[in-house]
Antibody, heavy 121, light 110 residues
Framework: QVQLQESGPGLVKPSQTLSLTCTVS??????????WSWIRQPPGKGLEWIGY???????YYNPSLKSRLTISVDTSRNQFSLKLRSVTAADTAVYYC?????????????WGQGTLVTVSS | SYELTQPPSVSVSPGQTARITCSGD??????AYWYQQKPGQAPVLVIYKDSERPSGIPERFSGSSSGTTVTLTISGVQAEDEADYYC?????????????FGGGTKLTVL
């Protein structure tokens, strides 16, 4: 059974960098069938796609976040990571990592439990 | 870029049929996906490729597509179906290949 688990600080100061890691177990991140995404949800609001990465390192970012965003992959550790720079209170959200079964247009079929990141001094 | 529009809320009585719509130009060219999210939980995929149901999802969940509108139908709604529902598609305008989410619809079971 595939599992995804987010990890990282729950509190980040304004103007600093938010860093999260998603560890994938029960399957290989190096499979060419999947894209690996970050998705966030501000408290009480809807889902916002942040970006995704392919095992080769190819990335696609939400244009609204692109200037502050880096997503990377470490296939040796079966992990992918998110770095969001110059954060403000508007970046406070539950951050999810998810697997997109791109090969069969299967959608986001596995999600992490989510981790709340609060931006506050 | 494209947007996906959902009604903010839908209410139905137990046993009735709930229909949640999602509209947007992207849906004319790309598949739609539906996710169910209960409070404090991660979203769960309930429909993929417009109308396919993942294993483990009850048969009362179905999806359909017509032009730029897709519909999630829940037949014989149960109390446990009360949740937020999000549609999702792809934005392939130009060279951009991002992901779109609708704003979400809160399903209330009366």
């Amino acid at each position: 059974q595939v599992q995804l688990q987010e990890s990282g600080p729950g509190l980040v100061k304004p103007s600093q960098t938010l860093s999260l890691t998603c560890t994938v177990s029960g399957g290989s991140i190096s499979s060419g069938d999947y894209y690996w995404s970050w998705i966030r949800q501000p408290p009480g609001k809807g889902l916002e796609w942040i970006g995704y990465i392919y095992y080769s390192g190819s990335t696609y970012y939400n244009p609204s976040l692109k200037s502050r965003l880096t997503i990377s992959v470490d296939t040796s550790r079966n992990q992918f990571s998110l770095k969001l720079r110059s954060v403000t209170a508007a970046d406070t959200a539950v951050y999810y990592c998810a697997r997109d079964f791109k090969a069969v247009a299967g959608g986001f079929d596995y999600w992490g439990q989510g981790t709340l990141v609060t931006v506050s001094s | 870029s494209y947007e996906l529009t959902q009604p903010p809320s839908v209410s139905v009585s137990p046993g009735q049929t709930a229909r949640i719509t999602c509209s947007g130009d992207a849906l004319a060219k790309q598949y739609a996906y539906w996710y169910q999210q209960k409070p404090g939980q991660a979203p769960v995929l309930v429909i993929y490729k417009d109308s396919e149901r993942p294993s483990g999802i009850p048969e009362r969940f179905s999806g359909s597509s017509s032009g730029t509108t897709v519909t999630l139908t829940i037949s014989g709604v149960q109390a446990e179906d009360e949740a937020d529902y999000y549609c999702q598609s792809a934005d392939s305008s130009g060279t951009y290949r991002g992901v779109l989410f609708g704003g979400g619809t809160k399903l209330t079971v009366l």
